[in-house]
């Protein structure tokens, strides 16, 4: 799996600049209210590709740098405002400059087992590049959403042959994917009821009315449409949540619309989705679950949708402690960054080295009192992380005790 290794921040808000370090597995974020977790999430969601709108508007000079399947690269983003040329509403009056528009410059470097193979920039409207010692610059017509495919656009625009498709799969297969930052409360469950997928008969194509939909409804297209009204799927997440709650199986169900009247060119639209949960002699509809039972379905849902990196803000609001093993249990072997203010979550972290703790922890700060950034965002230091790992070998103290008797939590 794709991880996120690295994170540099040389100006983002009134965050003070600094560069952070991850663990290949569970990292958690760690500090009092308004110190950023929430923001730092929000950050790590947009630079992975998958935009916080909150950020949007936001000005940004950040790297993060990915240990990939097939390439390791590290990619800079920088977001500035640009002056542009207003006409004036009167006759006689001078033009004037505004800022406006925010122009964001990608650059990347890709890397094979130590050697950079190649090197690229996307601009609004132009993509320079170079590999095998050839640069190239190709011009856009249109602004993609994607750096990487703007990236992608350009090679395929540039002589094709195995060295360029090689690459290109490299460069996809190294890609995090990651559904975002799931909220502290229910939004990403109230996005995903309000569904709607429409789907053309013959060629099996979909339009989804949101993004970053839990891999396993990709999959439950590939059949044929049943007939009908309404139709029934066993989805995989939805499945293991429901042995999680106590329930022996579940089903997504849709109401069916059928748009073209054409057997071969069927239209068919699925909306109004309802989750049920089953057991001898009960059948409870989603809307029916209590909040830590929604909380727990929401995160399977988007755990689902993220294929190698999962973000949660306060994950454990609202589980049962068994709960909270079973999520960690559903994140496997895919990267997570978690914030939590229960001290549950990280009496669960476990730890083979002081490098590990280093690694694993991000210490949220605000600086009260002084002038400059205001927040401040660390991993332990050495210091911490070996007196920290000291006493957890004890086995003594709670992982939670253990940090509040540090002063790192």
Not at 99 to 119: H, R
Not at 120 to 147: C, D, H, I, W, Y
Request: glycine residues 6%.
């Amino acid at each position: 799996m794709n991880k996120l290794t690295k994170l540099s921040i040389k100006k983002f808000r009134n965050v003070a600049p600094t560069t952070l370090e991850f663990r290949p597995g569970l990292n958690v974020l760690l500090g009092k209210n308004a110190a950023g977790k929430t923001t730092l999430l929000r950050l790590l969601s947009t630079v992975v590709g998958t935009p916080d709108k909150a950020l949007r508007d936001d000005l940004l000079d950040v790297s993060y740098r990915v240990s990939g399947t097939s390439l390791d690269f590290e990619h800079t983003i920088t977001r500035t405002r640009v002056d542009e040329l207003v006409l004036p509403t009167e006759p006689g009056r001078p033009m004037r400059a505004e800022f406006s528009n925010l122009q964001q410059t990608d650059s990347f470097v890709f890397e094979k087992d130590g050697l950079v193979v190649a090197k690229a920039k996307v601009l609004p409207n132009k993509v320079t590049f170079e590999r095998a010692g050839q640069q190239s610059s190709v011009e856009l017509r249109f602004m993609l959403r994607s750096p990487f495919a703007s990236f992608f656009l350009a090679l395929l625009s540039t002589k094709q042959d195995s060295a360029t498709h090689e690459l290109m799969e490299e460069i996809n297969s190294s890609r995090i994917g990651s559904a975002g930052r799931m909220d502290e409360s229910l939004d990403r469950l109230d996005a995903l009821i309000d569904l709607e997928v429409t789907r053309e008969g013959s060629s099996k194509s979909s339009t989804w009315n949101i993004e970053n939909v839990p891999r396993s409804m990709y999959e439950m297209l590939s059949d044929s449409m049943p007939e009908g009204t309404s139709a029934t799927f066993s989805l995989e997440f939805l499945e293991r949540a429901a042995r999680v709650l106590g329930y022996e199986s579940a089903s997504a169900r849709f109401d069916v619309e059928r748009l073209s009247p054409e057997p071969s060119q069927q239209i068919v639209r699925l909306s109004n989705l309802r989750f049920f949960f089953k057991r001898p002699g009960e059948e409870v509809s989603h809307d029916l679950l209590s909040y830590g039972q929604k909380r727990l379905l929401s995160f399977f849902a988007h755990a689902d949708a993220s294929q190698d990196m999962i973000v949660a803000d306060e994950l454990v609001n609202g589980l049962h402690h068994e709960w909270i093993s079973a999520c960690l249990n559903e994140i496997g072997d895919r990267q997570a960054f978690l914030t939590s203010q229960n001290p549950l979550l990280l009496d669960f972290l476990r730890f083979d080295s002081a490098e590990e703790v280093r690694r694993t922890f991000i210490l949220c700060e605000r600086a009260s009192g002084k002038p400059g950034p205001q927040l401040i965002w660390r991993n332990p230091t050495e210091e911490e992380a070996e007196s920290f790992f000291s006493a957890y070998q004890t086995g003594i103290q709670r992982v939670s005790d253990i940090l509040l008797t540090k002063g790192l939590w």
